[in-house]
């Protein structure tokens, strides 16, 4: 008999900020980003050489780069909306897809 161990993920795409957390021993852990925190800004930069930023550093390009910053994505989401960020048109599905890659 294969002992096939289950595991529950959780994501919580949130407007401001994103987690994903996993149970263990019946807690849920959440898991870090690259920068070691819980939390992830919900903050994506995309820069003109093909450089693309999340959480933490992006929302800090929010303010010199905000014509290719995008933040809120969660609220366009379902809605026939684009962002037009250095001539290439990204949905708020991919842009979220971003931002829990990380």
Do not use: C, W
């Not at 992830?40 to 995309?46: D, E, L």
């Not at 991919?94 to 990380?102: D, N, Q, T, Y």
Request: aromatic share 2%; no cysteine; hydrophobic share 35%.
């Amino acid at each position: 008999m294969v002992n096939k161990s289950k595991t529950s993920v959780g994501i919580d795409l949130g407007t401001t900020n994103s987690l994903v957390a996993y149970i263990k021993d019946g807690n849920p852990v959440i898991i870090p980003n690259d920068r070691g925190s819980r939390m992830t800004p919900s903050v994506v930069t995309f820069k003109e050489n093909g450089q693309v930023i999340v959480g933490e550093m992006a929302k800090r390009q929010a303010v010199l780069n905000s014509e290719r910053t995008v933040s809120n994505v969660k609220l366009s989401m379902g809605k026939n909306v684009e962002h037009l960020i250095g001539g290439h048109h990204r949905s708020p599905v991919e842009i979220s897809g971003v931002i829990l890659r990380i």
